[in-house]
């Protein structure tokens, strides 16, 4: 069964802090990785990774894939009230390219 | 507009009834997926479809069903409604062969009673 792990669960940070969130996986056959942001409602596509390495960034949000390691990373620096939200992991896998999100890590970012 | 929509947005049900949450996209994607969203469970998957025709169970199937008679819709049905299928559901569709992004509903907020 695919796995997709996040961690912390739920993080609370100040206005201007960087923080780093984690994604680990474990599938069979793996395809890519998304990261999303949610807030009210539908989750918002942020990235898509295939590659090991190859950092995509917009704005003040980063994210790499280690395809060796099994893991993801989404960075935000200067981080804003407005960051405040779930940011979701999923990964595409299998012959049947499910798409299998993890729980999600809940960010809060105090003025 | 482009897009995925799903209805209704919200709805209040009587345990043991009968309901289908309607889901519609224009884009042609071939794959469609049906989440469930619970505090600190995340999004669940309970059913998808890569192309019209085919479905396949995920992650919570059970007293779901699903349909892909064509490529635009993917109604999931709840054959009788127990309290514990209360949640927010999210479909979700996606260009498979281009290998884009999910796109998603806006959601349907189900309260079983």
């Known amino acids: 069964e695919d796995k997709v792990v996040q961690s912390p669960l739920s993080l609370v940070v100040h206005e201007g802090d960087t923080v780093t969130l984690n994604c680990s996986y474990e599938?069979?056959?793996?395809?890519?990785l998304l990261w999303y942001k949610q807030e009210k409602k539908a989750p918002t596509f942020l990235f898509m990774l295939t590659s090991s390495g190859i950092e995509k960034k917009s704005g003040r949000l980063s994210s790499i894939l280690d395809k060796k390691e099994l893991f993801s990373i989404l960075n935000i620096t200067a981080t804003q009230t407005g960051d405040s939200a779930i940011y979701l992991c999923?990964?595409?896998?299998?012959?049947?390219?499910?798409?299998?999100f993890g729980k999600g890590i809940t960010l809060s970012v105090r003025p | 507009i482009a897009g995925i929509t799903q209805a209704p947005t919200s709805q209040i049900l009587a345990a043991g009834r009968r309901m289908t949450l309607r889901c519609t996209q224009d884009m042609r994607h071939n794959a469609m997926y049906w989440y469930r969203q619970d505090l600190g469970l995340g999004l669940r998957l309970i059913h998808y479809?890569?192309?019209?025709?085919?479905?396949g169970k995920g992650e919570v199937p059970d007293g779901y069903s699903v349909s892909r008679a064509n490529t635009d819709d993917f109604p999931l049905t709840l054959a009788s409604a127990v309290p514990s299928q209360t949640s927010v559901y999210f479909c979700a569709s996606r260009d498979q062969d281009r290998g884009e992004e999910a796109f998603f509903g806006q959601g349907t907020r189900l309260t079983v009673v």
């Open positions: 599938v069979t056959n793996f395809r890519s």
């Open positions: 999923a990964v595409i896998a299998g012959a049947n390219s499910k798409l299998t």
């Open positions: 479809s890569n192309t019209a025709g085919t479905t």
